[in-house]
T-cell receptor, first 114, second 112 residues
Framework: NAGVTQTPKFQVLKTGQSMTLQCAQD?????MYWYRQDPGMGLRLIYY???????DKGEVPNGYNVSRLNKREFSLRLESAAPSQTSVYFC?????????????FGPGTRLLVL | QQQVKQSPQSLIVQKGGISIINCAYE??????FPWYQQFPGKGPALLIA?????SEKKEGRFTISFNKSAKQFSLHIMDSQPGDSATYFC???????????FGTGTRLQVFP
């Protein structure tokens, strides 16, 4: 099992460019999440998907869109990148119900917006 | 508005010492409190978790202490080792949801 995989590992964008961060999990989990991690801010939820075909906003959704392509894949799109979106992005998955809430994280994507 | 407040931001401990990281929350609807460990360049991974029906949970050198009345919980690392050097995040989630609210993280450095 590869667990949660993310591509790319690193990316440099210019302001205004667009890109899609890819995430896939092979654990048959229902729930998937996108977080951003910034120094002193911890992990902040951008969007999540409780099941295939559903997505909901998290704490910091502005400037992002998501697609739950199927049960395995959950992508995050930046339509017009801004320097404030420079961050490390983590995808995670989990399989509720209660007692199985452990979130499994991918290795992250480091994004620099110039 | 930080729903889960974590302190300290950074911590330096000598090998063999005890590391203590504290978290506080306001929302009494939270009923699951995990701690995640993150090594540099890696994603976070679950370390240990507790529910409010117990006051303490121990796994090896790692212990969570939970004080429901004070709405506080803490992570204790006994006999801290250089390999424990990492960033630690506390988190909380509400009953019947699968969203975690994370603290801001504590960078722990253990020196030989």
């Amino acid at each position: 099992n590869a667990g949660v995989t993310q591509t790319p590992k690193f990316q440099v964008l210019k302001t205004g460019q667009s890109m899609t961060l890819q995430c896939a999990q092979d654990m048959n989990h229902n729930s998937m999440y996108w977080y951003r991690q910034d120094p002193g801010m911890g992990l902040r939820l951008i969007y999540y998907s409780a099941s295939e075909g559903t997505t909901d906003k998290g704490e910091v959704p502005n400037g992002y869109n998501v697609s739950r392509l199927n049960k395995r894949e959950f992508s995050l799109r930046l339509e017009s990148a801004a320097p404030s979106q420079t961050s490390v992005y983590f995808c995670a998955s989990s399989h509720p119900p209660r007692g199985q809430e452990t979130q499994y994280f991918g290795p992250g994507t480091r994004l620099l917006v110039l | 508005q930080q729903q889960v407040k974590q302190s300290p931001q950074s911590l330096i401990v000598q090998k063999g010492g005890i590391s203590i990281i504290n978290c506080a929350y306001e929302n009494t609807a939270f009923d699951y409190f995990p701690w995640y460990q993150q090594f540099p360049g890696k994603g976070p991974a679950l370390l240990i978790a507790i529910r409010p029906d117990v006051s303490e949970k121990k796994e090896g050198r790692f212990t969570i202490s939970f004080n429901k009345s004070a709405k506080q919980f803490s992570l204790h690392i006994m006999d801290s080792q250089p390999g424990d050097s990492a960033t630690y995040f506390c988190a909380a989630s509400k009953r019947n949801t699968d969203k975690l609210i994370f603290g801001t993280g504590t960078r722990l450095q253990v020196f030989p």
